[in-house]
C-alpha cells in the first residue's frame, strides 16, 4: 500500500528532527546554499560568483588560494544530483557517526577530509593534467570519507540499498568505489579527484595514520611483510 503524501513528509520530519544537531545544520547550509546558486543563476550571477567559491586547480595556482575552505559548503545550480547526493549520505551515515562521535568531532572530520581531499586533487592535476582540472563543489570528499568510515566500522555487517538483498559493508563500498571509477573512465565523473581525496583523508582520519608516528609504523610493517612473504616481491628466473 503507498504511503499517503502527508505519511511520508510525516516521516522525513521527524527522521530529520531526530538528527544529530551538527547534522542538521549541514544539510541546511548545503540546501540555503544550493538554492542561493539557483537564484544567483536566474539572476545571470551564478559563474561570477561560483568561481570564488568552487575549486578549480588551474584557478586555485592563479590566485584563489582560499577555495579549499568554501568549495564544500557551497553546490553549484547544475549539480542537483551531487546536493542529493551529499544530503543523503549526511542525512544517513552523517547521523551515524555524529552519534558515535561528538559533534565537534564529527565536524572537524568532514571539513577536514574535504581541505585535504582539495590537496589530492591538486596534486593529481599537476601530475596528471586536464583530467583532474574540473571545478569541485559540495561535500562529497567528506561524503567519501564517510564511506570509509562505514568501511572501518561497518564493514562486516549486513546491509540492504534500496531494497536489495542484504550484502556485507565492504561489498557495498567497493561498489560504490567501483562506480564512480567506471564513470569517470567513461567521462561522466568530474567530481572523480575529490572523491579520491576523500577516500585518501578518510582513510588518514579514521585510522589515525595522519599522525607521523603512526603512518611510519605502518609504513614499517608493510616493509617487514614485503620482505617476509615471497609471494609479494618479484623474482626474476634465468
Known sequence: MWMSRGSVLSRLRTSFENLPTVVRGLVVVQTLLYLFFVLLRLLGMELEVAQHCVFIPPLFLDGTFWTPLTYFWVHVSSDLFGWLFDVVILWTLGGIFARRWRGGHFLFF??????????????????????????????SAGSFALFVAFYYVFGDAPVSVLGSPPMRGRTVFFAIVGLETVLFLAGNNPAFGIQLGGLFSGWLLVTGRWRPAKLGAWVSGLAARFRKDPKSRFRIIN
Open 110 to 139: 568532514v571539513v577536514a577530509s574535504s581541505i585535504l581531499a582539495a590537496g589530492v586533487d591538486l596534486l593529481l592535476y599537476l601530475a596528471i593534467g586536464a583530467s583532474f582540472a574540473a571545478a569541485a563543489s559540495g561535500m
